[in-house]
C-alpha cells in the first residue's frame, strides 16, 4: 500500500525501535473497520451496545486513570525556551527524543503495530495536511477513521512527496509515570507515550490540528484556531458563516448544532465544525475557514434533546462511546440524558451503579466519537476546498458578572485583544472548584504550539493581510442574578444575539459605546417569544467601570508573565481600556454613582 519511500522508510524505523509482532497499513475500508470491531469485541476493548435500538454502536472503558488530556505531561520542544513561551511545557528535542525512544523500545512487542495515513482537511485544498499516525492502539485506529479522512484518500494526496506530519504513538504500559505528550514542530512530528485518552493519543486533533498547526500557520501565513464554525441563513436571506472559540464548558458544541427556537420562524443553522477551525486569507481579502476533520469528538455529559437535539439525534448510529455508564437493556446513559437516572446500571468503571451511589455513573469527560456527515445540521459546504467566508468572529466565556451578554469590538486590533484577554470561571467538572477565573486566551492557551504573546502578533499580522475582515464579539450566555440564576434563556435563544452580530456585520443594529466596546441598546435584541423582564436584560448588558477596574488590573499582571513578546498593539490596547475605565469611573464619582444598579 505504501509506495511512498519516505514513509516506508519511517515505518521500518519505528518497526526495528517498537519489535511489533506484525505491521498493518490502514485503508479506510468499510471492510477494515468491520474486521477491527470484531476483533476489539474479542479482546474486550469494545462493548457492543444495543444493536436494535442503536446500530453501529459500541462503548469503550479506558483505564481509570487515563481519562483526559494530562497538560502537565504535554511538552513543546523547540531548541530554545523561548520560543515555546511560558504557556507551553518545554522540553529540549534531544532530551525528549532520548527520553521517550527508551520507552518505545520494545513496547510494541506481542501488539499490532497499525499506520494510519490520514488528511486533515477537504481533498484537494489548499488549506489541508496529510499526517501518518503509527499506534499499537485499536481504538485509536477507529477513532482516527471516523476523525479524520483515512487511508487510501490521504496516500493517494501525499503520494511521493516527504511533506507529512510523523505521529507517533504507543498505550505503553499505560503507567501515569511514564507518560509524555511531545511536538516537534520544527521537525513536524508529535510523539506520545503512555495514554490511550483521545486529546493525547488521537495525534490529527488537538496535537497537530493545533499545536503543530498554529506554528506552520504562524510560518506560512494563516491560523490554526480552537473554533467551531457555523452557516447562519435570516429568512429569505444568504448564508453567513461564523466562527467562535469558546473555553471548555461554555457550550461551544450546542451552539455549532443549534436548532433555532419556534418564534423564530425561516432561521436556518448549519454545522461546518464544532471544535477547530483553520483560516486562510483569501483573494478577496476576506477570511477563509474550514474544519479540518471529518468526526465529533464531544463531551457527553449534559447531551439531551434538550441542550443539543441535534448531537442526541446523530449519535443514535455509528457511535463510539468512551466511559459512560450502561443499562441493563446494553443502552448507554450519562448524568444530563433525557432519561431519569437507572434504577441500576454499570459504570463507567464497570462496577455496580445506582442512583444512591456516591459516584458519578458516567465520567464527567466521558465522550462520543461519531462521523460529522451524521449530524441533520451538517452543512454541505463541510468539504469546500475553498472553505467559507467568515463574517463575524466570536469569543466566549462563562462569566456570572463583569462581561455583559454581547459586545462588539472597535477594530480588528481591539478583537485580537478582546480574544487574548478572554477569561472563564470553572465548574465543578472541571477542577473540583467553582467560578475560579481562568485565563484562556482565544480559548488556545493550552493548544498554541509556540509563545502565546507571539500568537497575538501573528493574529494581527493576519489582520493587516485582510481589506475586509470579521468584525470580532464577545458573548457570555452565563452572567447570573444575585441567586446564582442565570438571566439568558441561552440553546437555541442564543440565535438572537448571532441575528444582532449580523446586523451589525452589516452596518445595521443600534448599539451604544461603552468603555469596553459596543454593546446592543435595549430594543436592539429581538425578544419576541421569550419572557425577559426589563430589569433582567438591564443586567444582562451592565458594563460597570468599577468591576472593570478590577478586571484591567488581572490583564495587566498576565501580560507580565509574556514580558517583551507582548505586541505594541496589545498594551496600547490595554492602555485605551485602562484610560476610559479611569474616565468612566471619575464621571461617575463625579455625579454619584448609583450603587444598586
Known amino acids: 500500500m505504501a509506495e511512498n519511500e519516505a514513509l ?33 469485541l474479542l479482546t474486550g476493548e469494545l462493548i457492543e451496545l444495543n444493536q436494535q435500538k442503536m446500530p453501529g454502536c459500541y462503548l469503550h472503558r479506558s483505564a481509570a486513570h487515563d481519562v483526559a488530556r494530562t497538560e502537565h505531561l504535554t511538552f513543546v520542544c523547540t531548541p530554545e525556551k523561548e520560543a515555546a513561551g511560558p504557556n507551553n511545557n518545554w522540553m529540549a528535542p534531544a532530551d525528549a527524543r532520548t527520553k521517550l525512544a527508551a520507552l518505545y523500545q520494545g513496547a510494541m512487542k506481542g501488539r499490532t503495530m497499525y499506520v494510519i495515513p490520514f488528511m486533515m482537511g477537504p481533498p484537494n485544498s489548499r488549506f489541508s495536511k496529510i499526517g501518518v499516525e503509527i499506534t499499537d492502539s ?63 493519543a488521537l495525534l490529527g486533533k488537538k496535537c497537530l490540528a493545533l499545536r503543530l498547526a498554529s506554528y506552520l500557520g504562524q510560518k506560512e501565513g494563516w491560523l490554526a484556531e480552537h473554533m467551531l464554525i457555523l452557516g447562519v441563513q435570516p429568512p429569505g436571506g444568504e448564508v453567513q458563516y461564523i466562527t467562535g472559540a469558546f473555553p471548555s464548558a461554555c457550550g461551544k458544541t450546542n451552539l455549532a448544532m443549534l436548532v433555532p427556537p419556534p418564534s423564530m420562524p425561516g432561521w436556518k443553522v448549519t454545522t461546518i465544525g464544532d471544535d477547530i477551525a483553520w483560516l486562510r486569507p483569501g ?45 441493563p437493556d446494553n443502552t448507554p446513559w450519562w448524568e444530563g440524558h433525557d432519561d431519569p437516572p437507572p434504577a441500576k446500571a454499570i459504570d463507567w468503571q464497570g462496577r455496580p451503579w445506582t442512583p444512591a451511589s456516591t459516584d458519578k455513573a458516567a465520567h464527567p469527560n466521558s465522550r462520543f466519537t461519531t462521523p460529522a456527515k451524521q449530524c441533520a445540521s451538517i452543512s454541505p459546504e463541510i468539504d469546500n476546498p475553498n472553505g467559507v467566508p467568515i463574517t463575524a468572529m466570536l469569543f466566549g466565556a462563562r462569566r456570572q458578572r463583569v ?39 482565544m480559548a488556545m492557551l493550552p493548544f498554541a504550539g509556540y509563545n502565546m504573546a507571539d500568537y497575538w502578533a501573528h493574529w494581527l499580522k493576519v489582520g493587516k493581510a485582510l481589506s475586509d475582515p470579521p468584525r470580532i464579539f464577545r458573548t457570555n450566555w452565563f452572567r447570573t442574578d444575585e441567586n446564582g440564576k442565570y438571566l ?13 452580530i449580523l446586523e451589525r ?45 478590577e478586571a484591567v488590573q488581572g490583564q495587566e499582571q498576565f501580560f507580565e508573565t509574556f514580558g517583551l513578546h ?22 461617575s464619582d463625579l455625579h454619584g454613582r448609583d450603587h444598586g444598579a
Open 403 to 441: 462581561v455583559p451578554l454581547v459586545y462588539q469590538s472597535r477594530s480588528w486590533q481591539h478583537g485580537v485583544f478582546l480574544g487574548a484577554t478572554l477569561s472563564s470561571e470553572t465548574t465543578a467538572a472541571a477542577t473540583g472548584k467553582v467560578g475560579v477565573l481562568r485565563r484562556d486566551p
Open 505 to 549: 456585520c452589516a452596518g445595521k443594529g443600534s448599539a451604544m459605546d461603552t468603555v469596553i466596546g459596543e454593546t446592543p441598546t435595549p430594543g436592539a435584541l429581538d425578544l419576541k417569544g421569550i419572557d425577559l423582564s426589563g430589569p433582567a436584560l438591564a443586567k444582562l448588558l451592565l458594563v460597570d467601570p468599577a468591576e472593570w477596574a
Open 566 to 587: 507582548v505586541p505594541e498593539a496589545i498594551h496600547t490596547e490595554h492602555k485605551r481600556l485602562a484610560q476610559r475605565v479611569q474616565d468612566a469611573s471619575a464621571s
Open 8 to 40: 516506508r522508510g519511517w515505518v521500518d524505523e519505528v518497526r526495528k525501535l517498537a519489535t511489533p509482532d506484525q505491521v498493518v497499513y490502514c485503508d479506510g475500508s468499510p471492510g477494515q473497520w468491520d474486521s477491527l470491531v470484531k476483533e476489539c
Open 138 to 200: 485499536k481504538y485509536v485506529v477507529l477513532n482516527m477513521m471516523i476523525m479524520t479522512r483515512a487511508g487510501k484518500i490521504a496516500l493517494d494526496q501525499l503520494g511521493t512527496s516527504n511533506d507529512f506530519t510523523r505521529c507517533l504513538h504507543s498505550l505503553g504500559d499505560l503507567s501515569p509515570e511514564r507518560r509524555f505528550i511531545c511536538h516537534f514542530p520544527a521537525d513536524n512530528a508529535v510523539w506520545s507515550v503512555g495514554s490511550g485518552y483521545g486529546g493525547n
Open 283 to 327: 483573494d478577496d481579502g476576506r477570511l477563509y475557514a474550514v474544519n479540518p476533520e471529518a468526526g465529533f469528538f464531544g463531551v457527553v455529559p449534559g447531551t439531551s434533546r434538550k441542550t443539543n437535539p441535534n448531537a442526541m439525534e446523530m449519535i443514535q448510529t455509528n457511535t463510539i462511546y468512551t466511559n459512560v455508564a450502561l443499562r
Open 488 to 500: 439568558w434563556p441561552g440553546f437555541g435563544e442564543n440565535l438572537r444575539v448571532i441575528k444582532w
